[in-house]
């Protein structure tokens, strides 16, 4: 495509790790600036990550859009919540049924496995392990020991996680997929996390639902990421973008593919060129 010809945006969707952030987890300054001039224009932007809400909003805060209109909206869980930061709640939400839960995690445990489940502010399991304290870190978030935890998971969570060696995982969600069929979104977001999700609810379905509400289409939309879970947002989103560093698969979903990787600002370059 000529780098002089614009796209017509009206919402950037934009996974968190190893897109729109380096690898010391930074969005940097070029790429800040680019967003920030978006949301100037009245373009959307829209974070849009597997983590929790409170897990999102330092990243929120470092593009300084929030209280503009077009930085209202973040995205969490992979699509299970859309946050309203003007309103201060939940507008769209999807939990993965009770029943799955406990069947998961009765299967996770006969394998020696811990499980986790989230809220917006916390990670919750039955007991720490080397794996819920990287995941702890990871996401920023609290967490917290629980002690009925079978009983627990009767509530209904956005999600479960499952960490461990990546080789014990895949046997995991082989197991996981022929037991839940279409009732689950069963999949590895990184080796050594696997995660169960609603069905029909992805980030591509999320931004969807919101772009509707918005008053457009997914046509009007621009979709970032690099791995399994930013699928069908890459591939819904009229304009999806897969960064140069990104899976294979993903680049063969993708209507584009960045110049540089989320290392060299590889999205805010895409932006630049094509957008403003």
């Known amino acids: 495509m000529n780098s002089c010809e614009k796209l017509d945006v009206r919402l950037i969707a934009l996974d968190l790790d190893d897109t729109l952030l380096n690898d010391n987890r930074e969005i940097t ?14 373009i959307y932007v829209v974070l849009c990550s597997g983590r929790a809400e409170d897990a999102i909003l330092p990243f929120v805060r470092r593009l300084e859009i929030a209280g503009k209109e077009a930085g209202r909206f973040l995205i969490a869980i992979n699509g299970c919540s859309i ?37 917006p502010d916390t990670i919750y ?8 304290k990287l995941d702890v870190d990871l996401c920023g978030l609290k967490g917290a020991k629980v002690e009925d935890y079978d009983e627990f998971l009767k509530r209904g969570f956005t999600k479960m996680l499952v960490p461990g060696e990546p080789s014990e995982l895949l ?28 069905p029909n609810c992805g980030k591509g379905e999320a931004v969807s639902w919101l772009a509707n509400e918005l008053g457009f289409g997914m046509d009007k939309v621009m979709g970032f990421g690099d791995s399994m879970n930013d699928e069908s947002l890459i591939r819904m989103a009229g304009y999806g973008v897969a960064m140069c560093n990104g899976l294979e698969e993903m680049k063969k979903v993708a209507r584009f593919v960045t110049d540089l990787d989320n290392n060299h600002d590889g999205v805010g370059d895409f932006i630049k060129k094509h957008v403003l």
């Not at 003007?86 to 406990?102: N, P, S």
Request: aromatic share 10%.
């Open 171 to 198: 046997e995991l969600q082989s197991e996981l997929r022929a037991e839940f069929g279409e009732r689950a979104v069963i999949f590895t977001s990184k080796p050594y996390f696997l995660e169960i999700l609603p």
């Open 29 to 42: 300054d070029m790429t800040v600036e680019a967003l920030r001039e978006c949301a100037e224009r009245g």
């Open 125 to 132: 399991y039955r007991e720490e392990t080397k794996w819920t």
């Open 83 to 119: 946050f309203d930061l003007h309103k201060r709640q939940q507008i769209f939400c999807r939990k993965v049924e009770a029943d799955i839960l406990t069947r998961t995690n009765e299967v996770a445990e006969a394998r020696g496995l811990r499980s986790e489940v989230y809220t």
